[in-house]
């Protein structure tokens, strides 16, 4: 029989249950809530910076892509550049691993004018095989503009969807159609009818993109349904990119030295619209280390405390188990067990709330944000159980180990004066 086990279970229930005992039950109490209330936080913190982090991440990527390939002289220039990668080049970035979707895009610098009001507008042309999920989940007037395949060259191509903060500046509606000039080697005019509004709280991109069909973009650039400002590549996944990047790289590059034109490939983390955005995603994460650690040592410190009350108010049973033989080493074993019950129950509670209240965010909503300033409205939470199942291991791991120390106590106690004490 394992005699350790034994006392420890012995040990916990008698707490549990002995009402005489109130420093005892008091130090069980304190010891569990602590530990329950320090994997809260953390689960908490894990579950909603993780969810912020995707539900950005799919933002910036829903209109910029993973990863863009566009000519060199755009990244200095308001205006674009047309690229046209032949269809083996094409081919050959839509067969690399992770990648999900290619798509050619065409943009065209323009401004919306009013009676009342103007504003600068940048076109964002897409064809039929355009991934349309991101931004058609972000409609929340109307619909999206129509998108005519390539062979259907006799299709209308003048419409558009505007976010909303467009939509109030100018004060406009769906179903209204709104003068818009553009300027290259000549000032043109085109009505533009609006067919949707969208909202994704993403003021860099709201406040100035407006989706349309390529083929209108393309005609206002003189530029062939072959050519687009950028060739934008969507991975399965964000963490994808430092794999694919480079590959997509040789390809471009070898496609660029055999016809003479300077391609660059630019993943959404070095993206000027995107990049500034990303990095401060990742700076979350060392705050959420910084709170995993704490509560860590919140929970440990919790744990040493009600350890040394049970100690101490077992002085007397522990003396006669020194009396009848018990090692020291025994006994400290029964006292790291004893407390590990107390922290597999703290852990317990702490799944059990940190769940729930993860769940009730999902379902209503309960913490709001300010858009302005976090770019969502509600705070959303993203459950990963490595991190979770990690963060009970850790927790229990750290808990342990912040009671080996004060268990040494045992050994400083004497058999006689043990029994005598009261």
């Not at 569990?32 to 993780?50: D, K, P």
Request: glycine content about 4%.
């Amino acid at each position: 029989m394992n005699v350790p086990l034994f006392l420890a279970r012995r040990f916990y229930r008698a707490t549990s249950k002995d009402h005489t005992r109130n420093a005892s039950r008091l130090a069980l109490r304190i010891a569990t809530a602590g530990v329950a209330v320090g994997l809260v936080v953390m689960i908490l913190s894990v579950c909603i910076v993780q969810g912020f982090q995707k539900e950005i991440r799919a933002r910036l990527t829903g209109f910029a892509s993973h990863i863009e390939v566009m000519d060199l002289r755009a990244l200095s220039s308001p205006e674009s550049y047309p690229v046209a990668l032949d269809k083996p080049t094409v081919d050959a970035i839509s067969q690399l691993p992770h990648v999900m979707h290619v798509a050619p895009v065409s943009m065209k610098m323009g401004i919306f004018k009013t009676d009342e009001a103007f504003q600068t507008i940048a076109l964002k042309g897409i064809d039929a095989n355009y991934d349309t999920c991101f931004i058609a989940g972000q409609i929340i007037e109307g619909r999206l503009p129509a998108i005519a395949s390539a062979a259907d060259t006799a299709a209308r191509a003048d419409e558009i969807a505007i976010s909303r903060t467009q939509k109030e500046k100018m004060r406009l509606k769906v179903g209204d159609k709104v003068l818009t000039y553009f300027v290259s080697d000549r000032i043109r005019m085109r009505p533009l009818k609006i067919v949707g509004v969208y909202e994704t709280h993403l003021s860099g991109f709201d406040n100035h993109i407006v989706w349309t069909d390529k083929r209108l973009v393309d005609r206002l650039n003189n530029w062939t349904t072959a050519q687009c400002a950028s060739l934008e590549i969507m991975l399965d996944h964000f963490e994808s990119i430092e794999a694919v990047q480079p590959r997509i790289k040789h390809i471009v590059d070898r496609y660029a030295e055999q016809n003479g034109s300077a391609v660059a490939t630019l993943s959404v983390k070095e993206n000027p619209r995107t990049a500034a955005v990303v990095q401060w995603l990742s700076l979350l994460d060392f705050n959420v280390w910084v709170i995993l650690i704490l509560m860590a040592g919140v929970a440990g410190f919790t744990m040493i405390s009600g350890l040394l009350i049970l100690i101490l108010e077992r002085t007397q049973t522990i003396g006669v188990l020194r009396a009848l033989g018990a090692t020291r080493t025994k006994l400290r074993h029964t006292f790291i067990l004893y407390a590990t019950h107390i922290v597999v129950r703290g852990l317990v509670w702490g799944n059990v709330i940190a769940l729930a209240f993860v769940a009730a965010q999902w379902q209503w909503g309960i913490i709001r944000l300010d858009p302005e300033n976090y770019y969502v409205d509600v705070a959303p939470v993203s459950i990963d159980w490595l991190w979770i199942v990690g963060l009970n291991i850790a927790t229990l791991a750290v808990c342990v180990l912040a009671m080996i120390l004060p268990s040494f106590i045992i050994s400083r106690i004497q058999p006689a004066k043990a029994i005598k004490y009261e």
